[in-house]
């Protein structure tokens, strides 16, 4: 079993950066795969980014490829996802995952669940 808790939120103004950050206790960290989430109200929760248990493979979903980047330290037992170039429509709740299996790209692929980070970007 691990836990997760993001941070690194806040508010942005378009075109600008933020850096999440996940940080595992609890078991070993390098032995999930993790994944980023949002969900924007209203909306159902959507996948972001993933990257596989020892950070070999990432993939991304088409919204944000090209401006995020998945990434994590298994010796700080930490992941990241650095997020440039913002732009409104990327405000959300942010949710770090994790999972034993193998990456996936849909929310029911993760047992565990942080609590999430609020991204908000200006226009």
């Known amino acids: 079993q691990v836990h997760l808790v993001e941070s690194g939120g806040g508010l942005v103004q378009a075109g600008g950066s933020l850096r999440l950050s996940c940080a595992a206790s609890?078991?070993?960290?390098?032995?999930?795969?993790m994944g980023w989430f949002r969900q924007a109200p209203g909306k159902e929760r959507e996948f972001v980014s993933t990257i596989s248990t020892h950070g070999g493979k990432t993939y991304y979903a088409d919204s944000v490829k090209g401006r995020f980047t998945i990434s994590r330290d298994n010796a700080k037992n930490t992941g990241y996802l650095q997020m440039n170039s913002l732009k409104p429509e990327d405000t959300a709740v942010y949710y770090c995952?994790?999972?034993?299996?193998?990456?996936?790209?849909?929310?029911?692929?993760?047992?565990?669940w942080g609590q999430g980070t609020q991204v908000t970007v200006s226009s």
């Open positions: 609890g078991s070993t960290f390098s032995s999930y795969a």
């Open positions: 995952a994790a999972d034993s299996r193998t990456m996936a790209t849909y929310a029911r692929g993760y047992a565990y």
